[in-house]
Structure formats: structure tokens, C-alpha cells
């Protein structure tokens, strides 16, 4: 489909959105009752189900079931007319295509990056924001409550995804690799321990990041949503129906949206996000090497302990079981 010039640059060739992940759990029926109660539409979808936001058409994760969580790909989303130039530029960067996993519609250019995770380019709309998100948070005038009783409070529904933070075995070769290959814009980065990519053709400060571990996996998925209220009111929202481990209320440094982190039965992260910063089409983002102790919160909580282990390594296996035995 064609785009105008309002949304894509005609001067860089780049993917222009996340368009999705997949994951593997040992558990479907338990994955599914903690996405709704996240507040996200979950449609049941061959092998699996899909996670859609209310109202939005677009599907932003698939899961499969299998014996323990996994990362199986993620998948960028690029311009229908830039596929054949990004065939050509994977050729020239000696960037083999693998064939299509099972499952999947296999129309996308698919392969392995350094690490040997998984990625596909697709043609796809284009999913990550033109503009930064609207926000409501409201201050309610003299004489008026702000707030609902409890028992009316609204049920909390995400907007959009926003990003995805991934493990990755060296964090300065995922910055060259997806920045050569997919064409990604660097944001900022904290020491050598994280990184976060935008867009050029206009996204949140980050629609995906990387954190370092020693193998791959997925840290989190963070949703959009309209008002600072709606993260401590989706915390809520969780700890009521018994999901209570996480990490928040905050705010970040990079990116500097508000955040709340609920963990899930596995050890990764959902993220309600409210008024991330967003890198415009027409705009070059100063990107910041930052020292880790300023690239992370500027207030909040102390995270727990276990907020950056990755537990799809080979070497976090048995406490990997231990959190996957916890109760949905």
C-alpha cells in the first residue's frame, strides 16, 4: 500500500515498525487468562492465539505452547515497495535468508541475526505511531471527584504496543547489526548493558531494545496506554486477579515514560507505559551513551532482584522452573 510522505522518509532505507513477536509457553490457557487480564483482546488463531488491543486490528504477539517459554522471532514491519531493496541489502551484508518457521505465512524475508535469533521483514502497515500518543490525564475542577468508587472503576485496555525489550549476548553488535541490516535509528544506550532503537520513519523513543544476558530471550512487552492513572490503575487491575510480582510505579530515564511491570508466570515482563518520548520523521534524535545509573529510573521502587535475569538461559534453568511453577 502506498504511504505518503507524511509517514515515511524517501532519503533512508528502514523498517518502519515491530510488528509483532512470538513466544512459546508451557501453559496457553494460563497465558491467555493473564493477557485479558492485562486488558488485551486475545483471539484464538491456529496452534495458539494472537494479542490484539480493543479496537485496533493490528495483531502485536502470537503464542504458541511447548515445554518452557521461549522467544521464537520477531518481526519488523517495512514498506511494501522497500522489500526487494531489503533482500538486496541483507545479500550484500552476507545475511542469509532462512525458510519461514512453521506457522507462520512465510511471506517475509526471514533470517538469523548474530546471536542466531530469528527475524523477519514484512511488508506491513505501518503500526508504530505518526505522532507522539495523545494523553488524558485530567485534573478535575473545584467541587468535583476525580475519581470513581473502586467497585466502578473502569477496566483498563491498552492502546497500542509500544515496544520490546530482548536479551541479546552483546549489546554493542545487536546496535550495528539491526541498525545495518533493519535500518534502525540509535536512541540511547546505558553502559554496555542496554540499548534502545527507534524507527526512522517516526516511533516511540524505542520499538525495541536490548539488554545483555548470555543467550537470547524476551524481557518484556510494554503496552500504551492514555493516562498516568491507567498504570497504577492496570497495577491494580493485575494484583486483583492474584498477579501481584512486578515492579513500579515509576518513571524511566530513557524514554521517560511512566511505567508499571507485572511479571508473568514465567519470569518476563507486561509493562503498562504512559508518555514515552517520540523521535518525529522530521527529526534527528541525539543519541546519549549514558553511565547506567542514569539510563534507568529517574523514581520508584527498588526493582527486584530478578528484574533483569533472563529466563530463557540455559544457565537460569532451575530457577527458571521455579518461577514456571508459580500459580496463573
Known amino acids: 500500500m502506498p504511504h505518503s510522505a507524511s509517514n515515511r522518509r524517501a532519503d533512508v532505507l528502514g523498517v518502519h515498525s515491530l510488528d509483532h513477536f512470538s513466544l512459546t509457553v508451557p501453559d496457553l490457557a494460563q497465558a491467555q487468562k493473564f493477557y485479558t487480564s492485562f486488558g488485551l483482546d486475545v483471539r484464538n488463531a491456529r496452534s495458539g492465539f494472537d494479542l490484539h488491543t480493543t479496537g485496533h486490528k493490528h495483531r502485536w504477539g502470537t503464542f504458541r505452547e511447548g515445554p518452557q517459554k521461549k522467544l521464537n522471532h520477531l518481526s519488523f514491519g517495512a514498506f511494501a515497495d522497500d522489500m526487494p531493496a531489503f533482500r538486496e541489502r541483507l545479500e550484500r551484508l552476507g545475511i542469509a535468508l ?42 478535575a475542577p473545584a467541587g468535583v471527584a476525580a475519581m470513581p468508587l473502586r467497585d466502578a472503576a473502569p477496566f483498563i485496555r491498552p492502546r497500542r504496543m509500544s515496544h520490546a525489550l530482548v536479551f541479546t549476548s552483546d549489546v554493542a553488535k545487536a546496535i550495528d547489526f539491526y541498525m545495518g541490516a533493519l535500518g534502525l535509528g540509535l536512541s540511547d544506550t546505558a553502559g554496555d548493558g542496554i540499548a534502545f532503537l527507534h524507527g526512522l520513519h517516526g516511533s516511540d523513543h524505542h520499538l525495541v531494545a536490548f539488554a545483555k544476558s548470555d543467550a537470547t530471550g524476551f524481557h518484556h512487552c510494554s503496552w500504551d496506554v492514555e493516562s498516568f492513572n491507567d498504570v497504577g490503575q492496570g497495577a491494580m487491575q493485575m494484583a486483583d486477579a492474584g498477579h501481584i510480582a512486578g515492579w513500579g510505579l515509576g518513571r524511566h530515564v530513557l524514554g521517560s515514560n511512566y511505567f508499571h511491570y507485572v511479571r508473568d508466570p514465567w519470569g518476563s515482563y507486561c509493562e503498562y507505559s504512559h508518555d514515552i518520548d517520540y523521535v518525529p520523521i522530521n527529526s534527528t534524535w541525539k543519541s546519549g551513551a549514558h553511565a547506567p545509573e542514569n539510563g534507568f529510573y529517574m523514581w520508584g521502587p527498588m526493582p527486584p532482584e530478578d528484574f533483569a535475569m533472563n529466563y530463557e538461559s540455559p544457565s537460569n534453568s532451575l530457577t527458571r522452573d521455579l518461577v514456571s511453577s508459580e500459580p496463573g
Open 98 to 139: 532462512v525458510s519461514a518457521p512453521a506457522g507462520s505465512d512465510g511471506a517475509g524475508l526471514w533470517f538469523r541475526d548474530f546471536d542466531g535469533a530469528l527475524v523477519e521483514i514484512r511488508a506491513a502497515e505501518k503500526s508504530s505511531p505518526d505522532a507522539k500518543a495523545t494523553t488524558n490525564n485530567i485534573v
